[in-house]
């Protein structure tokens, strides 16, 4: 595994690990997975294909999601990510073909916002 393939696999499972780790933040797991060194080469597509093979992944994003308690932010909702900007309600909402693909298009904006 080279080191964009590990860092897919990092920030794929971070839900997993937010989950396990109390003390964890979100910013701190997406710097453990080395996103911000390879953040141009981990594509949607590639968190496309890593998300196809582990459905307790989507899953993990899906409950993510929902957990979110923030006012402004991407969110994923079946085959729907959208932004939504507190005041002004949905910014932007897309739909997906697939639900790997839509869960890979949130996974890349959610990380994408938390690094600015």
């Not at 997406?30 to 949607?44: H, K, M, N, P």
């Not at 996974?107 to 690094?115: F, G, I, N, T």
Request: charge should be negative; glycine fraction near 8%; hydrophobic fraction near 40%.
């Amino acid at each position: 595994m080279n080191g964009v393939q590990e860092t897919v696999a990092k920030v794929c499972a971070i839900p997993v690990a937010f989950r396990r780790d109390p003390d964890a933040t979100l910013r701190s797991l997406l710097e453990a997975s080395g996103y911000e060194r390879f953040r141009d080469q981990v594509t949607v597509a590639e968190l496309q294909r890593c998300l196809a093979t582990h459905p307790d992944l989507l899953e993990a994003w899906l409950a993510y999601s929902e957990g979110k308690q923030v006012k402004t932010g991407w969110y994923l909702e079946g085959l729907v990510v959208g932004y939504y900007q507190a005041g002004q309600g949905m910014m932007s909402r897309e739909r997906f073909p697939d639900p790997a693909r839509a869960c890979a298009e949130f996974v890349k904006k959610e990380m994408d916002s938390l690094l600015g």
